[in-house]
Structure formats: structure tokens, C-alpha cells
């Protein structure tokens, strides 16, 4: 992972991380919050620093529920978990699946190691 | 063919950095009828300005052009130059080579050649410039003022005390606004009626201020000067004249049911009512929704107890015309309604609460005679929550852009007050950011802290949650120590976002006055201009134009009030020369043009014409020039091209058009 992958993140989730201004109402909200390393209101500080190693090897990644409360309540439109949800799909873009996955097979790939909310993610992802 | 001059200003570098001012110069020397041209590095100082007045004089010039920054800042400066030194002042055009050109180029090449071809429309435009004369208008010496909060009632004061007649238009029955509602005031504390009662007083008994309360404005005509304004007085349903503000109706009213308005509806009042006991007139109204003799015709109390005989059922709305010289907005603001924000619980629990409620619950005279309760049970709070920016700083569908200024202090202000009062109480203030510039602000806020031990935590709130037990949940970030925070606590007020009034935008629209996306009204320049609006005559005053505290307030209603009197202290105005007309031979009478006129300055009348030897008579448009303000919509939409503005005729603009295009 590297710049240029902070790069693709904020083409994938269309977040423009500048927007943020730090209110912390994203972490204040999320219900995942105990069980992050890196909180809602730092994934938007890690791209906007380039940092997605951190972001990819973070126990986050799969502890977000993909509820979205981050944003349906961040005032400044910046919707967090759409950093994490494009993060999610880098990772699994990386081990070179990418190809693979469309919504019919997603069944089929169910299986109990599979994360839940990467899941939800997805489907969320390919309904548009 | 005039004779032209060319003036080039370089602007310092503001110009001169970007477009090569030597090579216009020596361009446009070549273009028709131009007999000089020079630069200059600041054509609108005094040297600049003689520079021209010189080459006026010496060379004999009929027109001239400066090319410099935009009409709107110096197109005034060289046009009285050029009238001192003989020349007609509507022979002076500007080419704006800076917010058009230079500001918005980084090529030289570029830059220069376009600042060529703006220089060559002006030369072309000024070929066919003619000698206008302004007209001249009176001044009617009364100004009017819409909103009689504290913003309004300053602006009265200081016109009336400069000599000149002045009418306040207030919509609801009381003069006084928000600040009546407040308890006591940032950032000394001092108790808001205290300080609003006499200024309330001051302005009802002045000989030259004439309140109109429980009154509209209904429309507006007429321009600077010359404002004809048509007014609605609401039936009161109670005479002025004859109430002597005893008080027995409202005592023996049996609808005591609606919702006072006052008190934010956290209580209720009589459907004869007074807003509040210091209200000014304190003259009662009847309000028709819930006065049971005006639903059922039963009850008539009022009328029965009043010893005066003031009550009158009969009562209708009234409508007068006044005239004005000038007109000051001061209509104020209003909380945001917080239906989106459901994440706060505002709408199902009574002990959220906003923090103009809480002003009401920690006043003496308020729903809870001002023992800080709970407004579910009554019980004393022990564990208070404020959040602040709640619906400002929101770049989402559901709040507000801006800061609304004033939260952090008045919140800094509870906060104090209720640890002051009642030190068992926890108070706990959730902030993105403090921000109290001002005197003796910051010091105000870290008194929260410091000795009044308020506990400050950085980081916005996520939910407010009711729980079974009467108590509410409250989750939010700790982001300086990393925490959520889960706490439980019997109060939380909000630090609402403020807006403009409701109303606004209908007046700004009778006022054809700007006005922002966010509803505030816009200043003729934010900067130089702060309290005048765009459109002549109308000027700004309070919160109407932006978020700001009661100190700042009274100083821009202080600094309207100048500007009217400024105005007033004229006996006449002169009008601007660039009007329409029309031609009657070509008007054939359509309309169109009528009904384009934001300003009604068309009208229509018979007149004999003589077309080609035919004589009959037509009607025609004719324009009336003291109410035109020469915005063209009509020479636009005239299918006939009869309809012509002087100073911008369509020859003018076809003309610079052909020259931008050689
Ligand atoms: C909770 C809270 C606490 C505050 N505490 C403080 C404090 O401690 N210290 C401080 O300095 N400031 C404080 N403020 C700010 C203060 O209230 C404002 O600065 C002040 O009230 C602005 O005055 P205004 O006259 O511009 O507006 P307003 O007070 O809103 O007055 C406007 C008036 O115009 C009338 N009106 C509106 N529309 C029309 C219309 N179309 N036609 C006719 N009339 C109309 C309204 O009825 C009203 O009477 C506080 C504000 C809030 C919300
Ligand atoms: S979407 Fe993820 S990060 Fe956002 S609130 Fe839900 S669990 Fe937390
Ligand atoms: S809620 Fe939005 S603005 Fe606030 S910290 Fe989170 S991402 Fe940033
Ligand atoms: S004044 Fe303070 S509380 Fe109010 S919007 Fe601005 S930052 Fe937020
Ligand atoms: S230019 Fe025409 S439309 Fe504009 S104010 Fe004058 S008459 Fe009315």
C-alpha cells in the first residue's frame, strides 16, 4: 500500500478528506467504536496522510459494521466509512480477486470466513 | 469624431505585473480619434487624477477612457475629476483591466492583448457618448426602520436624536426582539431587561418616533429619497387610545391555552395577551385562533371587565401609505427548527432543550419562575450537558455553513450562571472549537473553567438518548483523550444555530435588496460598506446581515443610523442620467416591456405620431424617469427595439461589440 493507493482510495469512496474539521462526531456516533484501533475520525487524517499501511492492516477494516450512522451524521458531508468501505475493496483488489466478485457469485462465496460486514459492504457497493 | 484620451494605470503591480501597460498604450494610439495616451502607476491618486485633468485641457479632449480596476471602485473618482476640468462626466468610460483582465491572467501575452481589445470597446463605446445631465429629486426627511428588536430600536434612537422623524414597523405586539427574551447578558452579566427596559421606554416616548407594533409592511415603491411604503396594521381588537395596560382582561380570559409565544411555548398565555409584563405598547391583542368569542361568539369577558371600553371586536386590519427618505432593515433572527436532527432527541424529550429555551427557564418571569427544572418532572437537574454548534458549521442538507457567532459565549454564560447558582450541578460543555474573540471574551470563557470548574470537552456529540428512567444517555467524543464517552444526564441544551428571520426574503424582495443564500442581506461591500445595502436608500442594521452579539449589534445600528441621516440631511438627490425611453415611432405598444420593469417605471399613454406623413395616435411606453434605475430589462424584452437605455443605447453596445470582435 502506498501514495498512490491514497490516491485510489479517495477516487473509490469520492471523499474529499479536506472537508473534515475534526468535530469527532463520526466517532462520538459509531457503534463499532470499542473495537477500533483506528477510530472513524482518524481514518479521514490517515488518507488525507497518505498512510493506508496503517488503514489495510487495521483491525477497523473489519470492525465496521457499514451502518453508515458516520455518514448520515458528519455535518460536513464527509462520510468516513466510505474511506474504509474503499480501503476494504483495495485489500481485497490487492489479493487479486477483484475479477471475480460480482453480485451473483457473492452467494456462492459465502463461507464462514468471510467477514459479515464486508458483506453488507459489498452488497451495499454492487446494489448501485 | 471625439477627440479621446487614453489613461493606462499599472494599479502598482496589480496590473502592471501581468498586462505590459507600455505596449496598450502604444496600441491604442493607433486607434481612431484617440489624440493621447499615457500610464500611470495609480491613475486614482491625486498626481494620477491631475495627469488627466491636464491632458483634458492641453489636447482638448471630448471623451475619455481610463483603463483601470472595475467602474464599481473609481468609475465615480474620474468621472468628478474629468467635471473638474471641464468635461462632462458622461463622457468618461472604464475599461476594467483588472478584476477583468489582470486578476484573472497569468500570461503576459494574453493579458495584454485582452487589455487591448477592452481599452478598444470603451474608445469605441465613447465615440457615442452624449453630455448627460443628472436630474435632481427631493428628499422626504422620515426614515423607516422594519424590526423593533434592540438592533431596530438603536437605529430609531439615534436618527430621531439627529432631528428627523423616524417610524419603527414591528411585526409581533411588543417592541424589544430576542434580547427581551434573555435573562442576563455575556460578557458582563449585567440582566438583559435591565439594560433593554429603558432603551424600550426611550424610544416609545421620543417625540420623533412613532412605533407601528403588531404591524407588516405590506409593500414598497418609490426609490432613494422618494419610498412609498403601504403598511398593515393588524387588528389589535383593542383601542390604542383607551387601554390603560391594567391587565384585567388577560386575568379573566378563560382560554388560557395557547402557547406563549414569549416563552418559546414552554408555557402558555391567555388568547388576550400582552408578550411580557415590560411589553411597550402595553396595549393587549387579541389573538383570533384561540379567543372564544371570536370562534363561538360566547364569552365576551374582556369587553365585560374592562373598566376603559378599549376592547373592539369590530376591529379591522388597516392599511397606510407613509412616505420615507430612507429605509432600515433590522428584522433579526430566529433559532433553526431541529426536526433533521433527530440524533439530539429535541422533539421527544422536554429536557432537550435549546439554549433560548434555557434563557426562558432561568428567567425570573419565565415558565419556571427561574428555578433551573427539568421540564418533564420538575425535579432539579444534577448532571447538565451542553453541545454546542448544533445545526452551524453544517456543509450538509440539514444546518447552517456559518457560525452563528454567539453560541460559545452565551454557552460559556449558563454555564456559568447555573455552577454559580447551583454548585452541586455538573456541567459538562461539548466543543469542536471555543471561539470567543472580543474583549474581555476570552477571559469570560476561561472563568467558565477556571473558576467555575465547567468541564469542556473537545469533541461533538453523537446521541442524545432518552432512557427508561427519565434520565438521557448522552454519547460523544473525547478526541483529546480518545475516549467515547458514554454519560448519563437530566438536561441537555443546545446551542441552536441562528438564521434570519423568516420573513426576510419578502422584504428583501420588496426592497429589491440582495440577499444571500443563507438569507442574510448583503452589504454594499463587506468591507467599506457595511450597513448599506446595494440598493440606494436601504440600509442594515443587526443581525439581518450576519450572526453577531448585542455590543456589535448597537454599534452597526449606530453606524446605520449615520448613513441615514447622512442621507436625510439632504434637500436633494441627484438622479442618475442613464435611464430608458422609448421611441414612439417604433413602440408599438405591446406591454412587454411593463411587465419586465422590476421598478414600475413604465407606463403607457396616447400620443399622436407622425409616421412617414401618417398621422394617428398610439399608444405608446413611456418611462418615468425618477423611477427608472436604468437596469435595461426593458430595452432588452422591447420586441421592437423602441425601448433604449441613455448612456448603454444598443448602438453604445453594438458598437464595443464590433470593436471586441475586429
Ligand atoms: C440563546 C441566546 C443568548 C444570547 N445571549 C446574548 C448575550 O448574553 N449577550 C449578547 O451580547 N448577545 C446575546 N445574544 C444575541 C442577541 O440576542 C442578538 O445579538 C440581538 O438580539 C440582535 O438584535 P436584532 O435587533 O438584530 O434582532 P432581534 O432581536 O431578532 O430583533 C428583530 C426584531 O424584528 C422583528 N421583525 C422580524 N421580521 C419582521 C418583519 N418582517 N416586519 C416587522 N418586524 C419584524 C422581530 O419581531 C424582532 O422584534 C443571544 C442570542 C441567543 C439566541
Ligand atoms: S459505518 Fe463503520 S465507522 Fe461508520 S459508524 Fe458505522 S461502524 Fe462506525
Ligand atoms: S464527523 Fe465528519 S467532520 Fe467530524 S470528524 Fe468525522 S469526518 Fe470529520
Ligand atoms: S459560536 Fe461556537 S458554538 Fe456557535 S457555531 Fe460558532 S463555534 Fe459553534
Ligand atoms: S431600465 Fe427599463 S426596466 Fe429597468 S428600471 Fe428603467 S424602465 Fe424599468
Given at each position: 500500500?502506498?501514495?498512490h493507493?491514497?490516491?485510489?482510495i479517495?477516487?473509490?469512496?469520492g ?17 463499532a467504536?470499542d473495537?477500533m ?5 482518524q481514518?479521514?487524517?490517515?488518507v488525507?496522510?497518505g ?6 492492516d ?12 458516520c ?27 477483484e ?5 451473483d ?5 459465502l ?9 453488507v459492504?459489498?452488497f ?5 | ?11 502598482g503591480?496589480?496590473?502592471?505585473a501581468?498586462v ?18 499615457e500610464?500611470?502607476?495609480?491613475m486614482?491618486?491625486?498626481?494620477g ?5 491636464a491632458?483634458?485641457?492641453e ?18 473618482t474620474?468621472r468628478k ?5 471641464g ?21 503576459m ?6 487589455a487591448?481589445i ?9 465615440h457615442l ?6 436630474g ?13 428588536g434592540?438592533?431596530?430600536i438603536?437605529?430609531?434612537?439615534d ?24 435573562d442576563?447578558t455575556f460578557?458582563?452579566?449585567?440582566c438583559?431587561?435591565?439594560i ?12 420623533k ?9 405590506e409593500?414598497v415603491?418609490?426609490f432613494?429619497?422618494?419610498?412609498s411604503?403601504?403598511?398593515r396594521?393588524k ?11 391594567c391587565?384585567?382582561c ?8 395557547a ?10 398565555r ?21 379567543c ?9 369577558l374582556?369587553?365585560k371587565?374592562?373598566?376603559a ?8 386590519d388597516?392599511i397606510?401609505t407613509?412616505?420615507?427618505?430612507a ?9 433553526i ?5 433527530g ?16 434563557e ?9 419562575k ?14 447538565i450537558?451542553f ?5 452551524s ?7 447552517k455553513?456559518?457560525?452563528s457567532?454567539?453560541c460559545?459565549?452565551?454557552t ?22 471555543v471561539?470567543?474573540p ?8 476561561r472563568?467558565?473553567?477556571e ?5 469542556y ?6 446521541k442524545?438518548?432518552p432512557q ?19 454519560m ?14 423568516a ?18 442581506l448583503t452589504?454594499?461591500?463587506?468591507k467599506?460598506?457595511?450597513v ?11 443581525v ?13 445600528a ?5 448613513k ?8 436633494k ?19 412587454v416591456?411593463?411587465n ?13 405620431v407622425?409616421?412617414?406623413g ?12 425618477a ?5 435595461g ?8 427595439g ?6 448603454f ?14
Amino acid at each position: 500500500m502506498s501514495k498512490h493507493d491514497a490516491e485510489m482510495i479517495r477516487e473509490i469512496s469520492g471523499v474529499n478528506p479536506l472537508k473534515c474539521m475534526k468535530c469527532g462526531k463520526c466517532s462520538a456516533t459509531c457503534p463499532a467504536y470499542d473495537e477500533m484501533d483506528i477510530k472513524p475520525h482518524q481514518f479521514v487524517s490517515y488518507v488525507l496522510r497518505g498512510d493506508i499501511e496503517a488503514l489495510a492492516d487495521s483491525k477497523s477494516l473489519w470492525k465496521c459494521l457499514s451502518c453508515f450512522a458516520c455518514i448520515e451524521r458528519c455535518p460536513r458531508n464527509v462520510e468516513p466509512a466510505k474511506l474504509i468501505d474503499a480501503a476494504r475493496q483495495a485489500v481485497i483488489r490487492q489479493r487479486g480477486n477483484e475479477a471475480d466478485l460480482s453480485p451473483d457469485e457473492i452467494p456462492a462465496l459465502l463461507d464462514e470466513k468471510t467477514p459479515q460486514q464486508l458483506l453488507v459492504s459489498a452488497f451495499r457497493r454492487y446494489r448501485r | 469624431m471625439q477627440r479621446i484620451g487614453v489613461f493606462v494605470c499599472h494599479c502598482g503591480s496589480n496590473i502592471a505585473a501581468t498586462v505590459d501597460v507600455k505596449r496598450v498604450v502604444e496600441t491604442v494610439k493607433k486607434e481612431q480619434g484617440v489624440v493621447h495616451a499615457e500610464d500611470y502607476p495609480y491613475m486614482c491618486s491625486e498626481a494620477g487624477q491631475a495627469l488627466i485633468a491636464a491632458a483634458i485641457k492641453e489636447k482638448n479632449l471630448g471623451g475619455i477612457v481610463v483603463c483601470s480596476c472595475s467602474p464599481r471602485m473609481h468609475e465615480a473618482t474620474f468621472r468628478k475629476a474629468a467635471e473638474r476640468a471641464g468635461l462632462n462626466p458622461y463622457m468618461v468610460e472604464i475599461a476594467n483591466i483588472r478584476e477583468h483582465c489582470s486578476w484573472i491572467h497569468k500570461d503576459m501575452e494574453e493579458a495584454t492583448e485582452k487589455a487591448v481589445i477592452l481599452a478598444r470597446a470603451a474608445i469605441a463605446k465613447v465615440h457615442l457618448n452624449s453630455h448627460l445631465q443628472p436630474g435632481e429629486s427631493l428628499v422626504t426627511k422620515r426614515a423607516l426602520v422594519i424590526g423593533g428588536g434592540i438592533a431596530g430600536i438603536q437605529t430609531a434612537l439615534d436618527i430621531a436624536e439627529a432631528g428627523y422623524e423616524v417610524d419603527i414597523v414591528e411585526k409581533t405586539p411588543s417592541i424589544g426582539g430576542r434580547m427581551s427574551q434573555l435573562d442576563k447578558t455575556f460578557p458582563t452579566l449585567d440582566c438583559s431587561a435591565c439594560i433593554l427596559t429603558p432603551k424600550m421606554v426611550d424610544a416609545a416616548a421620543h417625540e420623533k418616533i412613532n412605533l407601528y407594533t403588531y404591524s407588516e409592511v405590506e409593500s414598497v415603491s418609490g426609490f432613494v429619497g422618494n419610498f412609498s411604503v403601504d403598511i398593515r396594521k393588524k387588528a389589535r381588537f383593542v383601542d390604542m387610545n383607551k387601554c390603560t395596560g391594567c391587565g384585567l382582561c388577560q386575568e379573566k380570559c378563560p382560554s388560557k391555552k395557547a402557547k406563549s409565544e414569549f416563552n418559546r411555548g414552554l408555557n402558555t398565555r391567555s388568547a388576550i395577551y400582552t408578550p411580557f409584563a415590560q411589553a411597550i405598547p402595553n396595549v393587549p391583542v387579541i389573538d383570533t385562533e384561540s379567543c372564544v368569542k371570536m370562534k363561538t361568539g360566547k364569552c365576551g369577558l374582556c369587553e365585560k371587565v374592562c373598566q376603559a371600553g378599549a376592547i373592539d371586536y369590530s376591529q379591522k386590519d388597516e392599511i397606510i401609505t407613509e412616505k420615507y427618505g430612507a429605509i432600515v432593515v433590522a428584522t433579526g433572527f430566529d433559532t433553526i427548527n431541529l426536526d433533521q436532527y433527530g440524533e439530539y432527541a429535541y422533539n421527544e424529550s422536554p429536557d432537550v432543550i435549546t439554549s433560548l429555551e434555557l434563557e426562558r427557564v432561568m428567567n425570573a418571569a419565565g415558565p419556571t419562575k427561574g428555578h433551573l427544572e427539568r421540564l418533564s418532572d420538575g425535579k432539579a437537574p444534577k448532571e447538565i450537558v451542553f453541545i454546542q454548534c448544533v445545526g452551524s458549521r453544517c456543509d450538509d442538507h440539514r444546518g447552517k455553513p456559518y457560525c452563528s457567532k454567539i453560541c460559545c459565549m452565551y454557552t460559556a454564560k449558563h454555564a456559568m450562571l447555573i455552577r454559580d447558582k447551583y454548585p452541586d450541578v455538573n456541567v459538562t460543555v461539548f466543543y469542536i472549537d471555543v471561539r470567543t474573540p472580543g474583549k474581555n471574551f476570552d477571559e469570560f470563557y476561561r472563568r467558565a473553567v477556571e473558576e467555575y470548574g465547567v468541564n469542556y470537552i473537545k469533541g461533538q456529540v453523537g446521541k442524545v438518548v432518552p432512557q427508561p428512567d427519565g434520565s438521557l444517555l448522552v454519547q460523544g467524543s473525547d478526541l483529546l483523550d480518545g475516549k467515547q464517552i458514554k454519560m448519563r444526564a437530566d438536561m441537555v441544551v443546545l446551542a441552536t444555530a441562528i438564521e434570519p428571520e423568516a420573513g426576510v426574503r419578502k422584504i428583501a424582495t420588496m426592497l429589491t435588496a440582495s440577499i444571500d443564500t443563507n438569507n442574510f442581506l448583503t452589504e454594499a461591500h463587506p468591507k467599506l460598506r457595511p450597513v448599506e445595502s446595494p440598493t440606494a436608500g436601504v440600509f442594515l442594521s443587526g443581525v439581518c446581515q450576519g450572526p453577531k452579539d448585542i455590543p456589535e449589534t448597537v454599534s452597526q445600528a449606530g453606524a446605520a443610523a449615520v448613513k441615514v441621516i447622512g442621507l436625510l440631511a439632504k434637500d436633494k438627490l441627484l438622479t442618475n442620467p442613464c435611464t430608458a425611453e422609448s421611441d414612439t415611432l417604433l413602440c408599438n405598444g405591446c406591454s412587454v416591456c411593463q411587465n419586465v420593469c422590476p421598478y414600475g417605471a413604465i407606463g403607457y399613454e396616447d400620443k399622436e405620431v407622425n409616421d412617414h406623413g401618417i398621422r394617428e395616435t398610439r399608444r405608446v411606453a413611456v418611462v418615468n424617469s425618477a423611477l427608472c434605475q436604468g437596469c435595461g430589462a426593458c430595452t432588452v424584452a422591447c420586441p421592437s427595439g423602441a425601448m433604449d437605455l441613455k448612456g448603454f443605447s444598443n448602438r453604445q453596445i453594438l458598437a464595443e461589440v464590433d470593436a471586441i470582435c475586429r
